[in-house]
């Protein structure tokens, strides 16, 4: 079975600090990684996704995360963060061919100060 | 992007009546459509999926008979939360299927039992 696991509940950053939401997934076999960001009174909206190729990926809002298959990581980062990036994070895994099974961390909710 | 909405956005009943939630995907077909329940500061939990024209598939622990699901075109699923208690309150989530390992979230319904 696979677990997520995201440490910490809340990081509290000011404006333009450069940020790291960790993620740290068990799995016996190969998964897909997502990010989802949940803005307040919004829905989850998917961020960025590893299925395959470059371990890099990147959003278009700034945001990367790098698929670590031997630590089994898959870290958030931001270099400089804005006001609006002020949300909840959540990690999520799925094993390839499932029908749609994601199974999310807690989630951390990034706070980004003036 | 794909939009699902849901509705009501918030719910109170009182116990032992039962509560309906609609998740429509607004702007594409959605032949999968999957519902959370999530707790505070806790993980999304995935309570079923939902397939358009047949029965959904519940996660164990979920009782079928009490989370009554049906998912009668392919835009719109219903979560039914019969008899409803107060262990029941929760905020509940739906997501559709889209292309390339992607779900499209609502914006959630939160539901108090008295």
């Known amino acids: 079975a696979q677990s997520v696991t995201q440490l910490d509940s809340q990081v509290p950053v000011f404006e333009e600090a450069p940020v790291e939401l960790r993620c740290n997934y068990s799995?016996?076999?190969?998964?897909?990684l997502f990010w989802y960001v949940q803005y307040p009174n919004q829905g989850l909206q998917l961020l960025l996704k590893?299925?395959?190729?470059?371990?890099l990926v990147e959003s278009i809002n700034g945001f990367e995360a790098e698929f670590n298959k031997s630590q089994t990581s898959f870290h958030l980062r931001k270099p400089s963060v804005h006001i609006s990036d002020t949300a909840e994070y959540f990690c999520?895994?799925?094993?390839?061919?499932?029908?749609?099974?994601?199974?999310f961390g807690k989630g951390t909710k990034l706070s980004v100060k003036p | 992007g794909a939009v699902v909405s849901q509705h009501p956005s918030r719910v109170i009943c009182k116990s032992g009546t039962s509560v309906k939630i609609e998740c429509r995907s607004l702007?594409?077909?959605?032949?999968?459509m999957f519902w959370y329940r999530q707790f505070p500061k806790k993980s999304l939990m995935l309570m079923a999926t939902?397939?358009?024209?047949?029965?959904?598939?519940?996660e164990q622990g979920v009782e079928k008979d009490k989370f009554l699901i049906n998912h009668a075109s392919l835009t719109l699923s219903t979560l039914t939360v019969t008899s409803a208690h107060p262990e029941d309150s929760s905020f509940y989530i739906c997501?559709?299927?889209?292309?390339?390992?992607?779900?499209?979230f609502g914006p959630g319904t939160r539901l108090l039992v008295l």
């Open positions: 997501s559709a299927r889209g292309g390339r390992e992607t779900q499209y």
């Open positions: 799995s016996s076999v190969s998964v897909y």
């Open positions: 590893y299925l395959s190729g470059s371990t």
């Open positions: 999520a895994v799925k094993m390839p061919g499932s029908q749609g099974n994601l199974i």
């Open positions: 702007d594409f077909q959605a032949t999968t």
């Open positions: 939902s397939n358009e024209g047949s029965k959904a598939t519940y």
